[in-house]
């Protein structure tokens, strides 16, 4: 008998029983739907972390200075200068701070930056104009809301040219900043910017805790972050020395990181993410595959008579171990193709709902279909073997 005969064989004895069928599949696609549907949410949230913080700016670098580590706006400029392979940077000072407009009220965030800072963080004026190096240099009382701000102190309606009142003093709104969008639970729209220069007097210091530099490209920021941490050990290794003196322990007065490390660290944490969801997804499958040999075994018994039949005809002991073989992997290559159709829509009405877009992965689909494959042959080579040694005698003599 050959494969095309073993074919016809496995499908007319899989649509006798029908409803048995298909129950047994039911481990199966819903092990294959499972890992295609959570796989493509992970990959699709990560791609779309990833945008985001691509859209907030590129080649970036972020120092986080922290205690007794102290700059102030004047080592920007020389900061850039001694690495060489930065273009330009900008102070971050900031405060929570509840803004009055008009008649509302609303708890946001101030931000403290320099003329570059839009440029540095690719954001973009949707209304109005950003603040300049001579408003910076005169500590104006000027400022640009995010768009999150402007909704809900200004109901997106005017703005321009109306006043702000932050911590008791009047802000005039020069410039109403393109949405951004969020990431990671953080609203980047939810911002105020003003002249670092005015948010030091608003906030009682002169010394800058965050500072963001823009690298010449993306090929030369891991090494200018390396450069930028070899400046400012040097910088505070007598700070820090002091500091172990007094305390008994060591601390890193900075912390140096570039959005390149940051993209590596989301895509490992994803990879993680994806392969444990994947693997929990694929118990479903082995449960199903225990679920396929089971129906065979009582298939086996059932057809034992049959069994016999065939081989008192002439059926090589080959013949009934491909026919049960191919039942076993049709029940499970048909459930994974069931599986693909409804893990693909399941992915996308879950990222629908959760907005979320979802990419489905065309590796995960053939990873997913191979493995239901896989598990059809590893559960149904027993029953297949045990179908195909059956003595012909003892299975005509069956009742």
């Known amino acids: 008998m050959n494969v095309f005969e073993s074919f016809r064989v496995a499908v007319g004895a899989l649509m006798t029983n029908k409803l048995r069928s298909v129950l047994t599949m039911l481990g199966v696609i819903i092990g294959v739907a499972a890992v295609i549907g959570l796989v493509s949410l992970a990959q699709g949230a990560t791609a779309q972390i990833e945008t985001q913080l691509t859209s907030l700016g590129s080649n970036l670098i972020m120092v986080n200075t922290q205690g007794f580590a102290r700059l102030v706006a004047q080592d920007i400029p020389s900061l850039v200068e001694r690495v060489g392979t930065l273009t330009m940077g900008s102070p971050i000072v900031g405060q929570q701070v509840t803004a009055k407009a008009r008649n509302s009220t609303y708890d946001t965030r101030f931000?403290?930056?320099?003329?570059?800072?839009?440029?540095?963080?690719?954001?973009?004026?949707?209304?109005?104009?950003?603040?300049?190096?001579?408003?910076?240099?005169?500590?104006?009382?000027?400022?640009?809301?995010?768009?999150?701000?402007?909704?809900?102190?200004?109901?997106?309606?005017?703005?321009?040219?109306?006043?702000?009142?932050?911590?008791?003093?009047?802000?005039?709104?020069?410039?109403?900043?393109?949405?951004?969008?969020?990431?990671?639970?953080?609203?980047?729209?939810?911002?105020?910017?003003?002249?670092?220069?005015?948010?030091q007097r608003l906030a009682g210091t002169r010394y800058v805790s965050n500072v963001v530099f823009k690298a010449e490209s993306a090929d030369v920021a891991s090494a200018a972050a390396g450069h930028l941490t070899r400046i400012l050990e040097e910088k505070f290794r007598a700070a820090s020395r002091l500091f172990e003196r007094r305390t008994g322990r060591q601390m890193s007065p900075f912390n140096v990181f570039s959005q390149d490390e940051l993209l590596t660290t989301v895509s490992e944490i994803s990879s993680i993410q994806t392969a444990l969801l994947a693997g929990i997804a694929g118990v479903s499958l082995l449960v199903g595959g225990i679920g396929i040999m089971n129906i065979m075994l009582v298939s086996v018994t059932e057809r034992t008579r049959e069994i016999g039949i065939r081989k008192a005809v002439g059926a090589k002991r080959r013949d009934i171990l491909a026919q049960f073989l191919v039942e076993a992997v049709m029940l499970s290559g048909m459930g994974g193709l069931i599986g693909i159709v409804l893990g693909g829509w399941l992915g996308k009405f879950i990222g629908r709902f959760g907005n979320i877009s979802v990419s489905v992965s065309p590796l995960a689909v053939i990873v997913a279909f191979t493995f239901a494959c896989s598990v059809g042959v590893f559960f149904g080579i027993y029953p297949a073997i045990k179908a195909s040694n059956l003595d012909p005698i003892v299975a005509l003599r069956y009742e």
């Not at 910076?136 to 400022?143: E, F, G, I, L």
């Not at 809900?152 to 393109?178: D, P, R, S």
Request: net charge negative; proline share 1%.
């Open 111 to 199: 931000e403290g930056v320099s003329h570059q800072y839009m440029e540095i963080r690719n954001y973009a004026i949707l209304r109005g104009r950003f603040f300049g190096e001579e408003d910076v240099a005169s500590r104006r009382k000027v400022a640009v809301v995010g768009y999150t701000v402007f909704r809900e102190l200004f109901n997106e309606q005017g703005a321009i040219g109306e006043t702000i009142n932050l911590k008791g003093q009047t802000f005039t709104v020069i410039g109403i900043a393109a949405s951004k969008g969020s990431s990671m639970g953080q609203d980047y729209d939810d911002r105020i910017f003003i002249p670092y220069s005015t948010a």
